[in-house]
């Protein structure tokens, strides 16, 4: 495994990030295909074993459950709490009725009780916010999150896909107010989406912040024929609305079989080993619910790509819709 400071923090991670997603009670929430405690665990385990140190999670991921899975696992697997960095995000909605949902301090404030609580432990490394909340002042929010890192019950504060002068917007109340900044962005990219790289990407650049990009696979198709189907694509509603929308991405998926192919390693391997190469990037994550999925993202790490190979790979593209946070 390799490790990397997260941007410009002193923050550890292991360059390969596993999110879990995937992991949690199907009957709660909005994924029916992710496993439950007994399939999930050994995955755990085998991201330990690979050395992976960084777990991303989400409050509204199985409606907690996706937290209480991974804080178990994290216990009873001995796992000592510093050797491990546990992200988790807010803003989504936890229960009906007024206030539960959004980036509101009243919000805020009960969701990281709520997620330390599931998650078992003191402290959140990294607090993310779930998107951007239009109906919250953004001062309101970056106030109550500075305030849960004094607590102590936050170390490090992270963000995901928004417009790039919403980040900017966000960075700048919290510098002029001498409150904690975003140290990471969780944002859309891989070969099949790259609309990051115009503004989002040279901004973090900029910022020093970490880049930790969620579906590096493109929802996993761009590890199997463009054709293919699997159980989680038949009930995936906000996966459809990502990809098949621009006639290049069955293209790219093809040529990222044809380097896969010449290289003798899974597609997976290829298109993750294109993603870490960029040097914003600090770590994917990466979802894993079968063995071989872990064992090919760690994988892309010892990948690296030729000048015709990132070429092939890249080529092909053309400007796409701006998806997942609009």
């Known amino acids: 495994m390799q490790y990397t ?3 410009t923090t002193g923050l550890e991670v292991s360059r390969i990030c596993l999110g879990c997603m995937s992991y949690g009670e199907p009957s709660q929430g909005t994924h029916p295909w992710s496993l439950d405690e007994q399939a999930s665990r050994p995955f755990f ?3 330990l074993d690979a050395g992976i140190n960084f777990f991303d999670t989400a409050n509204v991921y199985s409606l907690g459950s996706s937290e ?4 178990r696992a994290l216990t009873e697997l001995g796992v000592p709490r510093d050797e491990v960095v546990i992200a988790t995000k807010v803003r989504g909605r936890m229960r009906p009725g007024p206030n539960g949902e959004g980036l509101s301090r009243v919000a805020i404030m009960t969701a990281v009780d709520d997620s330390l609580r599931r998650l078992g432990t003191d402290y959140i490394d990294l607090y993310q916010i779930h998107r951007w ?3 919250t002042p953004i001062a309101e929010t970056m106030e109550a999150l500075n305030d849960v890192v004094r607590a102590g019950k936050v170390r490090y504060l992270g963000a995901s896909s928004m417009w790039a002068w919403q980040f900017a917007t966000a960075q700048h109340v919290a510098d002029t107010n001498g409150w904690s900044r975003f140290v990471s962005m969780q944002n859309h990219y891989n070969l099949l989406n790259r609309e990051e790289e115009r503004e989002m990407l040279p901004l973090c650049a900029d910022q020093g912040v970490g880049v930790i990009p969620w579906s590096p696979l493109a929802r996993g198709h761009l590890t199997r024929p463009w054709a293919s189907t699997t159980d989680r694509t038949a009930t995936d509603d906000f996966g459809r609305t990502l990809y098949g929308t621009v006639d290049c991405d069955a293209e790219i998926v093809e040529r990222v079989a044809q380097v896969a192919s010449n ?5 997976a391997t290829i298109a993750l080993a294109w993603v870490l ?3 914003q990037v600090s770590a994917p994550i990466i979802g894993a619910t079968k063995p071989h999925h872990i064992a090919d993202a760690v994988a892309a790490l010892d990948i690296e ?3 015709d190979e990132v070429t092939l790979l890249t080529e092909a593209y053309m400007p796409h819709p701006v998806v997942g946070f609009i």
Do not use: K
């Open 5 to 7: 400071r997260l941007g």
């Open 45 to 47: 385990a085998q991201a």
């Open 68 to 71: 209480e899975y991974l804080g």
């Open 133 to 135: 909340d239009h109906r």
């Open 263 to 267: 290289r003798g390693v899974p597609m």
């Open 277 to 279: 190469q960029h040097p």
């Open 305 to 307: 790509l030729s000048d």
